[in-house]
């Protein structure tokens, strides 16, 4: 049997020195808002590139509070619309909606099903204050477009990284822009070749990328200055300046060679990896910034289920915005601002110890885990071939239609919290899975358009989130995987034969 996701298998990865991190706080006598707490949104806002971090109870209350934070400071007020994907987990129109502001759900493309850039401006209007990026299954929806509206119309950019702890952002593009400050963008290096190194489905050469554009943009751009663009591994400019390659892949492989030598003096179970050009610890997977860094502030859950996982719920907001990271944590802590003084309504969500422990463990294995995602989806795109089953997000040079939009998913900008197929023989397709003991999930079989909680909408029209949800199935990909099971995976996919 291949279970979708074993919970028991992931935590069994690292059962010791999890149990070792609860067993402290548990002796410690002191279980909110203490030590562990403060450590683990230290240690995160370094992963994800932002100066703050705050801790709260859920993926749900994140994105609760940033909407809640920007009322009380008269950013947004009941009525303004925010602009938000229509094909997305409930909870992130939820979070709007909770707040007394209007989503306005925009499509999809069907080939990253991320949200269509090219509908956004005509869902604009004098009321819009933010758009709501989902970086939806573990992909990053962030395009140069969606930012260049947010500046044009002085929008919030807000995302939502529930699914996407530790994916990065290849496709960054720095011009005179006020999101883009270029030291908070520039990065350590990456170092995501030992892995591969042990396993026998990653080929270093399918692991490479193709040469995208985001060296162009950075030839282009003041990135391009090496004062500007100088990171731990120091010479990265270099590369891309003098590099007849001048290539994401090569550019990436150059910064791991590099790279090898300053690993060797870092004692691995301690590194945090983390998305920080100060540090001067070994990064994995992060030659870019990470989404969760991209806009004005970000949501993040640990729902068990997520690529980092608490043993619980557990959510978190990362921000530059020092006022915004203040009022958040007001908020989330009955709008306190000190013991017993009370400016603000607020409530009550706040990131226990116990969780903030076990999360500190399981954030230095992220990129680790996150990299085995990537090895089974790329052997899933290499070796998954059937008439009637759609992989959506293949590498772009492979994708011509029209109808599927730009495809700019690549394998820097994909952790593969899910990995999507789509076929529009999706419960045939999922019995047979069943039958030959595999275990899949669908995301998710209703819009929340068609929700009976917003039954307001149940008559709105958008064809290609409701194509999506006939037609998803999410095929086990995870880091408990073998490679013996990811290869049958593959061959019970290839042999389905559909009754028609
Ligand atoms: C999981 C998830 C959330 C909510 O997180 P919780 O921690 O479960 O509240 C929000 N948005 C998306 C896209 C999610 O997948």
Redesign the pocket.
Known sequence: MIDYLSLQKVTAMHHDEIMDAVARVVDSGWYLQGEANERFETDYARYIGTTHCVGCA??????MLIFRAYKEMGVMADGDEVIVPAN?????IL?ITDNGLKPVLVEPWVSTLEINETLIEEAITDRTRAILL???YGRNAWTPGIQDLCERWHLKLIE?N??AQGCGNSKFKIQNSKLADADEFSTSCGDSTDIMRHSKLADADEFSTPCGDSTDIMRHSKLADADEFSTPCGDSTDIIRHSKLAGAGEYAMENIQDDATSHATQPAAESIPQCNHNSQLSILNCQFPRTGSLGHAA?H???P??NLGAMG???AVTTNDAELARMVRAMGNYGSTEKYVFPYLGRNSRLDEIQAAVLSVKLKYLDEDNLRRKQIANYYYANINHPDIYLPGKMEWEIASPMAGRADCRDEDCIY?IFPVLSSHRNQLQQHLREHGIGTMIHYPIPPHKQHCYAGWNALSLPITEHIHQCELSIPCNQTMTDGEVEEVVRQVNAFRPKR
């Open positions: 859920n993926g749900l209350d994140a994105l997305t987990y409930i909870a992130s979070s989902v970086h939806l939502d529930a699914q949501a859950s640990f729902y289920g997520k719920d557990a959510g919290h």
